[in-house]
């Protein structure tokens, strides 16, 4: 079954600090997978997109890494903002075929606090 | 449009009402998907147009849900019916093609069946 994995399911950090949220996947055929960032309200915004050869992508403050061997997945926050607060999702795309599906994880709720 | 628009942003309905969501994707994206977000729960698949092919309904819950794309843009979910298990954010998403990376969410249509 493919299934994507969050962890924690929600986070609350000081203002300033740095912070890992975890991804674990099983999905196949895999095709690639992406962070979103999803404020209150909105809808889910790409902040990084890695296809299976990729380990490492930054975009400013936030660094993602990829295992393909593992299926695991990290999003990493350097020194956080209150405006990071928001909903975190792991998004792996399904390969192969006419459709790619994205599979979502439930996300990670983070909540920095002044 | 520079972003994908959703309309309306919000929506009451009595259960056993009618419904229809609309999503206006951006232009010249060929793939268009709806998703439903339930209150502390993943984004679920319902359905995903490609182009003139035939759509992959296979993630609608019910027959109560049904979805037209007209003239390859705008596209209209529907439920009828409604059903107060029927709440949540439905979101829309489209890229350029199928397997692009470009997905872009619209900000969604948060439905309450009371």
């Known amino acids: 079954k493919n299934q994507v994995e969050q962890s924690p399911q929600s986070l609350i950090i000081l203002e300033g600090k740095n912070c890992t949220l975890q991804c674990n996947y099983t999905v196949s055929p895999f095709s690639n997978l992406r962070w979103y960032k999803q404020d209150t309200g909105r809808g889910p915004v790409s902040l990084t997109i890695m296809t299976f050869s990729e380990n490492t992508k930054s975009n400013g403050r936030y660094t993602a890494t990829l295992d393909a061997d593992t299926k695991q997945s990290s999003l990493h926050i350097t020194a956080s903002q209150l405006s990071d607060s928001a909903s975190y999702i792991c998004?792996?795309?399904?390969?192969?075929?006419?459709?790619?599906?994205?599979?979502f994880g439930t996300g990670t709720l983070l909540a920095v606090q002044p | 449009g520079a972003g994908v628009s959703q309309s309306p942003s919000n929506k009451v309905t009595e259960k056993g009402k009618d419904v229809e969501l609309r999503c206006d994707p951006i232009s010249g994206h060929t793939a268009l998907y709806w998703y439903r977000q339930s209150l502390g729960q993943g984004l679920e698949f319902l359905i995903y147009?490609?182009?003139?092919?035939?759509?992959?309904k296979s993630g609608l819950p019910s027959d109560r849900f049904s979805a037209e794309r007209t003239g390859g843009s705008v596209s209209t979910l529907t439920i009828q019916r409604t059903q107060q298990e029927d709440s949540a954010v439905y979101l829309c998403a489209s890229s350029p093609q199928s397997g692009a990376r470009g997905y872009t969410f619209g900000s969604g249509t948060r439905l309450t069946v009371v």
């Open positions: 147009f490609q182009g003139n092919s035939a759509p992959d």
């Open positions: 998004v792996v795309i399904l390969g192969g075929g006419a459709t790619n599906k994205l599979i």
